[in-house]
């Protein structure tokens, strides 16, 4: 149900921006996929749902637009425009301050916990592997998430990052990415 709603969307959704995209300039695909990936994202990321369905949904997207900014320049260019780095950072900060408000109780099983830590930690995996991939080869985007304060989102989410190998190597990857060839 929500695919097909999203597929409808996507649908309507290219083909508007594509026409006023191709209309105003000659777009390329990789700018059109990046902007519909992009508010989808977005969309996604603001959604309260605790639906399984979502998860794996937000997965594809975030997973679709990750890959898409490792391949196509066009799109990367039109991230760095839009300030990718920026809002990606931002849904990050969010995170930290979601993980760190939640309540440290003794009594409660360490299965119990990691309900509700483990959905968190996965975001944080999803974006962290999407700034990896939308560092990947760009100077001018590691400069810019070196002044945006990656290192220092990073650092506060160490802690909880370390709860998580998924995330843990995600989180080693980026800096690696990141600091490759950025003096910044």
């Not at 709603?5 to 290219?14: A, E, F, G």
């Not at 369905?53 to 039109?78: F, Q, Y």
């Not at 780095?85 to 360490?110: N, R």
């Not at 370390?162 to 990857?173: C, H, Q, T, V, W």
């Amino acid at each position: 149900d929500v695919i097909a709603d999203i597929n409808k969307l996507m649908t309507k959704t290219s083909r508007k921006v594509s026409d006023e995209v191709q209309s105003e300039t000659k777009a390329s695909a990789g700018e059109v996929i990046f902007s519909v990936l992009e508010h989808l994202m977005i969309a996604y990321n603001y959604a309260n749902s605790k639906k399984t369905k979502t998860s794996r949904d937000k997965d594809l997207i975030v997973g679709s637009l990750a890959n898409l900014l490792c391949v196509s320049r066009e799109a990367k260019r039109t991230a760095v425009e839009g300030n990718l780095g920026k809002t990606c950072l931002l849904i990050l900060k969010e995170a930290y301050t979601e993980i760190s408000l939640q309540p440290y109780q003794p009594h409660k099983t360490s299965s119990e916990r990691e309900k509700k830590i483990h959905p968190m930690l996965n975001n944080i995996t999803r974006i962290l592997v999407l700034l990896m991939n939308f560092a990947n080869d760009s100077l001018e985007v590691k400069k810019s998430l070196a002044s945006a304060g990656i290192a220092d989102m990073l650092h506060k989410l160490w802690a909880w990052i370390s709860l998580s190998d998924s995330a843990l190597i995600a989180g080693l990857k980026l800096m690696a990415t990141v600091t490759t060839g950025c003096s910044e």
